[in-house]
């Protein structure tokens, strides 16, 4: 909203400070100006405000002037209300006044209506034109001129009708569904039960407090005019101005609580515009009041005021005498609220009509506190005798966080939505995912069931970029259930491709396989204390793999027979899908299942003080026969002293398709208790490669 | 030669005494070739003993040539001796496996980059969301977090949004499908804020409460440089008997201090939400220019940052359906909150939103290892 100094000093002549501190101090007070605009030598300023949706009182230079009557301790001069009276209306004033029936007391509180006849149409000049051109408000004739100019000064909006379009006197109700009325704007709109229309005995004449309509607007060729200024239930309009997607300054205001005793203000300062060019008033003003709507607005129980309750909710003033009975009733005073003593420090306080957003006590201890100045307040810390408490599962998640990112994944967000396409392949549970109402665009129309998808996007988006060598991570919420019960739970996605992490001209690096990323998650899981952990697939015709990993190259994670995820290479007709040439692996961990786990508590063995006996073995094996199968068999051994075996090579060759690969195999044997002698050693030896002869291995010649 | 006696000289008036001399120069050899650290120490060495003009032995050479005849035969074999001595420890010295000469062998271009293993970088959002979250620990608050998909009820009703709040416009805020036929206050729909944790928290726990909430919220926004419909809040509650305006001022303006450093200045100002009475925003003066103005700020000296105030007593009126220790006219409290992406925005330098979910390795690397060092 735009606001000129000058006119607010018309108001309030007394501002004891130039337009830029008097930006500083309404700001202050929370009636925020975004800018100061210099109009050149006596012109004042043009504010840029910036008011907030509570404060439609302020949302106009007399409301602005107000607050800075409460600022400066100044008191603000009331509006001229005087209407010449004509001598036809002196005569006339026992003559039936103008018809004017409020059908829907519900949504229309206050209607007037004021004859004006002969009066002259003709563009505005003088001060009005150059405030509108300082405001950049269009100008269009004295009578729609006259209304804008009086809601900026003083927020209540008004219409003028031609008089002579009219049939019959106003009656305010509700429109009939289906009744066709053409606003302002030129449009033809169909009406609904629930929308209030100003109307005569014939026909529509206005979206009540939205936009006025076309037959009856002002012409150059207009004589006679009625000038309307009402009250109008904010909710109504509210439900009017959406239902036809019409933001007016009018609707604005309305829907927001206008003033209750504004309108024959308004209509006054309308008709002494139009009046000044010509014309005379015909009867008296007319104004119809609702008695209920009157006594939810202007006439309000007065709301009991304990200046002790300011002082408990506001604490602290840096001066040392605090938030006084003087500030407290000088403060509500300039803001127009009425206070009567009842008893030390105990006030009622009468609420002005124009502040709707006022209701109860701490409405007027923010006042207060406003108005005397947040600033002059004091920093204190308050006392607590309350606990800190942690999150269940704090640890558990920065330990999954720090470990990734030490391993060199990197940490990314995506979208919290997936496509309906990608919720079906993703989802851990068939038609377990959550659609959306009013999705961001198609391909975000549902929850995500799974990080996966959000992942491969991340991915592809990287490489489609030529950046090849990526390694992300995402820990977030994944949704499944119904639109009636949303279940939300805590899960890791892992995403890679291209190279190796280290960097360097010493070691080349190498592309990115299967055991790196299994590495990362076997590292991962170390550091959570289940007693169990491995790793198995399912066989493609059980059909129980995701379906967007390969089958070949994948594997589901168990700790403690719970399964945690599933990783591995992505499923080449998948990474087609998603145009992705470069090989691709992911993963998902159900975080939910692994914070079960505590964290690995480390403890410790006492260490053998005796020799440690290394032992390799260069076996050939036929290529169906699995490590797995390999150390299952060893440990079944009961070998005691067998104290560490790994796989140190392993040796396919794949050119030439052979049945049979090698293997080298370290083991490392110790006691406790003693040095091992030579033949023990080489009776474990013989155990292990009769072992290894069970499963169709032998010693490589 | 500025010293009275030349430790060259050797006493030779019989065969005894040059065995004597002979013997203190073997031993003067060998400690001093024990004392060789370096190159150039050894190059002295030999300068000492050695060299053409100011040589040890020269000088010993000549003063045996002038002896008597018939001690020569002795002291020339003891000469050739210690010579031989001096021979053997001079080159004894490139044979050292640790000597310069060997090590230099092994040298290697130090200049050239170290192998780095990388670590992964932390994600700016969620790395300053727990650096805010850290700061309000040390305050003495404990986590809260809650659903993302909310009820109408805790993410608007119970916060006294009226029910024709325009934040409940379908337009602001994402909905979950088919909730027309339910109760509006189970209507299900993705939180707009991290408010209804406040909620939630009292309604399982009396006063007092301290609770900060970090989170990701969604607004039915149009993304563009910096706006996102996904983004990130960190709000902190604290309700007790005499919570007031002044300790909301003090607890922002320690907890700003302690984010940004103590240089840090907080400014309140009304504003207006509607779980909250007194509102407030807060601005810090600008961490760029110390609050002289600069591009960062606009010129004003002030970043605008948090949005916070006391708990509206009707909020209160909500949670005493299930917890009626939360009386207005008891007890107090005070909310705030920030958005995570302004922060991190700032204070990296990033100027497009949308960075933060793109998943770009790029972006991320910066925050990362691997990067030049200076
Ligand atoms: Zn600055």
């Known amino acids: 909203m735009k606001v000129l100094t000058e006119w607010l000093r018309e108001y309030l002549p007394g501002i004891p400070v130039d337009d830029h501190k008097l930006a500083e101090d309404l700001t202050l007070r929370g009636i925020a100006v975004d800018g100061v605009f210099d109009l050149g030598a006596g012109k004042g300023s043009l504010l840029e405000m910036d008011i907030t949706t509570n404060r439609v009182d302020a949302m106009n230079h007399y409301g602005i002037a107000r607050e800075a009557s409460a600022i400066y301790g100044l008191a603000l001069p009331p509006l001229d209300t005087s209407v010449p009276r004509s001598a036809a209306t002196q005569e006339s004033s026992t003559r039936s006044p103008y018809p004017v029936r409020i059908d829907a007391p519900d949504l229309c509180g206050r209607f007037t209506a004021r004859v004006l006849r002969q009066v002259t149409i003709k563009p505005s000049t003088g001060l009005r034109a150059e405030r509108f051109a300082g405001l950049e408000q269009k100008l269009i004739s004295n009578a729609v001129d006259a209304t804008n100019y009086v809601w900026i000064a003083m927020g209540q909006p008004t219409h003028v009708f031609d008089l002579d379009k009219l049939e019959g006197g106003i009656v305010v109700r509700r429109a009939h569904k289906g009744e066709k009325l053409r606003t302002l704007d030129g449009v033809e709109r169909t009406l609904d039960a629930d929308d209030l229309v100003v109307a005569d005995e014939k026909k529509a004449l206005a979206l009540a407090g939205v936009m006025g309509g076309w037959n009856s607007m002002i012409t150059a060729e207009t004589k006679n005019v009625v000038v309307e200024a009402a009250w109008f239930d904010p909710a109504g309009i509210r439900g009017t101005s959406r239902r036809h997607g019409l933001h007016t300054d009018a609707s604005h205001r309305f829907e927001r609580g206008a003033d209750f005793n504004a309108a024959p203000v308004a209509s006054a300062l309308v008709s002494r515009m139009l009046l000044a060019d010509g014309g005379e008033t015909d009867g008296d003003l007319v104004d119809v009041v609702i008695a209920e709507a009157a006594a939810r607005t202007a006439h309000r129980a007065p709301i009991r005021l304990e200046v002790s309750e300011v002082r408990r909710i506001l604490g602290t003033t840096i001066e040392a005498k605090g938030i006084t009975t003087s500030v407290v009733e000088s403060v509500l005073t300039a803001l127009g609220c009425l206070l009567v003593l009842r008893s030390e420090g105990v006030y009622d306080v009468t609420l002005p009509s124009w502040r709707l957003d006022l209701e109860r006590e701490i409405d007027l201890i923010e006042e207060i506190a406003r108005v005397y100045g947040y600033n002059r307040f004091a920093n204190t810390l308050p006392t607590f005798d309350g606990t800190v408490v942690e999150l269940p599962w704090a640890r558990q998640e920065e330990k999954v966080r720090s470990t990734l990112l030490a391993l060199g994944w990197n940490e990314a967000l995506s979208s919290t939505f997936a496509s309906a396409t990608d919720a079906v392949t993703f989802a851990p549970q068939p038609a377990s995912a959550v659609a959306m109402g009013n999705p961001l665009s198609e391909a975000a129309g549902m929850l995500r069931p799974s990080l996966v998808p959000g992942m491969l996007t991340m991915l592809g988006s990287n490489l489609n970029r030529n950046v090849e060598d990526v390694r992300l991570f995402e820990m977030g919420t994944v949704f499944r259930g119904t639109t009636d019960h949303v279940d939300e739970r805590p899960a890791l996605a892992i995403?890679?491709?291209?190279?190796?992490?280290?960097?360097?001209?010493?070691q080349p690096p190498r592309p990115l396989d299967f055991y790196d990323v299994k590495g990362s998650i076997e590292e991962l899981f170390s550091r959570?204390?289940?007693?169990?952990?491995?790793?198995?697939?399912?066989?493609?015709?059980?059909?129980?793999?995701?379906?967007?990993?390969?089958?070949?190259?994948?594997?589901?994670?168990?700790?403690?027979?719970?399964?945690?995820?599933?990783?591995?290479?992505?499923?080449?007709?998948?990474?087609?899908?998603?145009?992705?040439?470069?090989t691709v692996f992911v993963g998902e961990i159900y975080l939910d299942r692994l914070y079960r786990q505590p964290l690995r508590q480390p403890v410790t063995r006492e260490l053998s003080r005796f020799q440690a006996v290394r032992r390799d073995f260069s076996l050939i094996f036929p290529n169906a026969v699995r490590w797995s199968e390999l150390e299952d068999a060893l440990m079944g051994l009961g070998i005691e002293e067998l104290v560490d075996l790994a796989p140190k090579e392993i040796f396919r060759d794949r050119k030439e398709e052979k049945a049979e690969y090698s293997l080298l195999l370290g083991t490392v044997f110790q006691s406790p208790e003693r040095t091992l002698r030579e033949e023990e050693v080489q009776n474990y030896s013989e155990r292990i490669l009769k072992s290894m002869g069970q499963l169709g291995g032998r010693l490589r010649s | 030669m500025d010293h009275l006696v030349d430790e060259f000289c050797v006493d030779n008036f019989s065969e005894d005494a040059l065995e004597r001399s002979f013997a203190r120069l073997e031993e003067m050899l060998r400690t001093e070739f024990a004392r060789i650290k370096t190159d150039e120490d050894r190059e002295r060495f030999r300068l000492r003993w050695v060299g053409r003009k100011t040589g040890g032995l020269t000088r010993l050479s000549a003063q045996l040539a002038g002896g008597r005849p018939e001690l020569k035969r002795v002291s020339g074999k003891l000469f050739n001796t210690l010579k031989q001595r001096f021979q053997e420890h001079y080159h004894l010295w490139e044979l050292n496996p640790f000597s310069?000469?060997?090590?230099?062998?092994?040298?290697?271009?130090?200049?050239?980059?170290?192998?780095?293993?990388?670590?992964?970088?932390?994600?700016?959002?969620?790395?300053?969301?727990?650096?805010?979250?850290?700061?309000?620990?040390?305050?003495?608050?404990?986590?809260?977090?809650?659903p993302e998909v909310e009820t109408d009820y805790y993410n608007f009703e119970s916060l006294n949004f009226p029910p024709n709040h325009p934040a409940r416009d379908t337009q602001d805020t994402l909905v979950v499908a088919n909730q027309e036929r339910r109760p509006l206050r189970d209507r299900l729909l993705m939180r707009t804020h991290t408010s209804p944790v406040q909620i939630r928290t009292m309604e399982r726990q009396p006063p007092p409460v301290r609770i900060v909430i970090p989170g990701k919220v969604h607004r039915n926004d149009a993304s563009d440089a910096t706006h996102s419909p996904i983004f990130h809040q960190v709000e902190g509650l604290?309700?007790?008997?005499?919570?007031?305006?002044?300790?909301?001022?003090?607890?922002?303006?320690?907890?700003?201090?302690?984010?940004?450093?103590?240089?840090?200045?907080?400014?309140?100002?009304?504003?207006?939400?509607?779980?909250?009475?007194?509102?407030?925003?807060?601005?810090?003066?600008?961490?760029?220019?110390?609050?002289?103005?600069?591009?960062?700020?606009?010129?004003?000296?002030?970043?605008?940052?948090?949005?916070?105030?006391?708990?509206?007593?009707?909020?209160?009126?909500?949670?005493?359906?299930k917890q009626p220790d939360y009386d207005p006219r008891k007890i107090s409290g005070f909310a705030f909150g920030m958005g995570v992406e302004r922060i991190a925005m700032m204070k990296y330098g990033v100027s497009d939103i949308g960075q933060f979910y793109s998943g770009d390795m790029r972006f991320f690397k910066q925050f990362g290892s691997g990067g030049r060092l200076a």
């Open chain 1, 495 to 506: 995403g890679a491709s291209g190279l190796t992490a280290a960097e360097g001209p010493h």
């Open chain 1, 528 to 582: 959570f204390s289940g007693r169990s952990i491995y790793f198995d697939k399912f066989k493609p015709e059980f059909h129980l793999m995701p379906v967007w990993l390969h089958p070949g190259r994948s594997a589901r994670v168990v700790m403690d027979r719970s399964t945690i995820g599933y990783f591995g290479q992505l499923h080449p007709a998948e990474a087609q899908v998603r145009k992705l040439k470069q």
């Open chain 2, 100 to 146: 310069p000469y060997a090590l230099a062998r092994e040298a290697i271009d130090i200049t050239l980059p170290g192998t780095r293993t990388l670590l992964g970088a932390e994600h700016p959002i969620i790395r300053t969301m727990n650096e805010i979250v850290a700061v309000f620990q040390r305050m003495g608050y404990s986590v809260g977090i809650g």
């Open chain 2, 238 to 321: 604290c309700v007790g008997e005499n919570v007031t305006f002044s300790d909301l001022k003090g607890t922002l303006d320690h907890a700003m201090k302690e984010f940004f450093g103590a240089a840090v200045k907080t400014r309140f100002f009304p504003s207006f939400f509607p779980f909250t009475e007194p509102s407030a925003d807060v601005q810090i003066s600008c961490i760029f220019c110390g609050g002289k103005g600069c591009r960062k700020c606009k010129h004003s000296g002030w970043i605008e940052l948090l949005g916070c105030g006391m708990v509206d007593p009707s909020v209160f009126g909500f949670v005493q359906q």
